[in-house]
C-alpha cells in the first residue's frame, strides 16, 4: 500500500476497527484509533496500553481490532512496541518477511504522562520505529475520572 495522498484516498480505506466500539458518548478515543490506522501506510500492528480504548475495544468474548494487535499493562506499552519492531526487524534481517509493518502505539494521557513515561523515553532514546498516539482525554476516564499528569488544574 503506498502513502496516501489526500484525504479522500484516506476516507475511501477499509475500517480496521469493527464498528460498536464500546466508547463512552463522546469519547473520541476509537475515532482517533480509527483514521490513525486508515491513514497509515502498510500493515500495521497495534499495540494498547490499558485505558479506556482498550477496555471499551476488547470485551470478551470479542474485539474491534481488525489487525493484528496487543493489549499490555499500563506502563509498557512503548516497551512493548519496541520489542515488537525489534523482531519484525529481525525477520526482515533472516528474509523471512518482506515487508516492515507500522508499528502504532495507542495510549491515553495516564498511561503515558504517568505511569509511561518511562518506556516511551527508553524507546525514543533506542530510536525504535514506532508511532506513539496519545489521546489526551485529561483524566483516567476509565476509573473513576481521577486527574492524570496532563489535566489542566
Same mark, same amino acid.
Given at each position: 500500500m503506498s502513502a496516501?495522498? @489526500?484525504?479522500r484516498e484516506i476516507a475511501s480505506r477499509p475500517d480496521m476497527l469493527y464498528q460498536g466500539?464500546? @466508547?463512552? +458518548?463522546?469519547?473520541?478515543? +476509537?475515532? %482517533?484509533a480509527k483514521l490513525v490506522l486508515k491513514a497509515?501506510?502498510?500493515?500495521?500492528?497495534?499495540? +494498547?496500553?490499558?485505558?479506556c480504548l482498550e477496555v471499551a475495544s476488547s470485551i470478551l468474548p470479542y474485539t474491534s481490532w481488525k489487525v493484528p494487535w496487543i493489549h499490555n499493562a499500563f506502563e509498557n506499552a512503548a516497551a512493548t512496541a519496541s520489542g515488537v519492531e525489534a523482531a519484525?526487524?529481525?525477520?526482515m534481517k533472516k528474509g523471512l518477511i518482506k515487508e516492515m509493518p507500522d508499528i502504532v502505539v495507542l495510549a491515553?494521557?495516564?498511561?503515558?504522562?504517568? %505511569?509511561?513515561?518511562?518506556s516511551l523515553s527508553g524507546a525514543i532514546e533506542r530510536g525504535h520505529d514506532l508511532l506513539y498516539v496519545l489521546?489526551?482525554?485529561?483524566?483516567?476516564m476509565n476509573t473513576? %475520572?481521577?486527574? +492524570?499528569?496532563? @489535566?489542566?488544574?
Open positions: 496516501p495522498t @489526500t484525504l466500539v464500546r @466508547t463512552c +458518548s463522546g469519547c473520541g478515543a +476509537s475515532l %482517533i497509515l501506510r502498510k500493515p500495521v500492528v497495534v499495540v +494498547s496500553a490499558t485505558g519484525y526487524r529481525a525477520m491515553g494521557d495516564g498511561g503515558t504522562y504517568d %505511569i509511561g513515561f518511562q489521546y489526551d482525554n485529561e483524566a483516567y473513576g %475520572i481521577q486527574r +492524570s499528569g496532563g @489535566t489542566p488544574r
